[in-house]
C-alpha cells in the first residue's frame, strides 16, 4: 500500500489475493481506488463469502479470479483486463 501511495503512476495493473494478513482484498482494492480510480485491479480467490464476482465489478475491480488457477488462466485474465483499456 505505501508504494502504491508513494508513486500510483508507477502501477500498470494490481493483482491482489482476498486473504491477506493486514486486510481483505477488497479493502485493499477500495483503498487504491480511491487514490487512483482507474487503476485496474484483479482478485484472486479459492473462497469467499466477502465478494462475488459482481459485487466485485460494482467496486471497480475489473475481475475476480478463483484459485486455483493456472498460469494460462492468469496470463488471459490479465490480457483481458489490460485490453479492455477502461482507465487512462
Not at 24 to 36: S, T
Not at 42 to 68: F, H, N, Q
Amino acid at each position: 500500500m505505501e508504494l502504491f501511495k508513494d508513486d500510483p503512476d508507477r502501477f500498470d495493473l494490481v493483482i491482489s489475493d482476498m486473504t491477506m494478513p493486514n486486510m481483505p482484498g477488497d479493502e485493499f482494492a477500495r483503498k487504491l481506488l480511491m487514490i487512483r480510480p482507474d487503476i485496474p485491479i484483479i482478485i484472486c480467490t479459492g473462497y469467499s463469502d466477502r465478494i462475488r464476482k459482481d459485487t466485485a465489478g460494482r467496486m471497480g475491480i475489473r475481475d475476480l479470479v478463483m484459485k486455483p488457477l493456472s498460469l494460462e488462466t492468469l496470463s488471459q485474465t490479465v490480457r483481458r483486463v489490460l485490453d479492455a483499456g477502461n482507465y487512462t
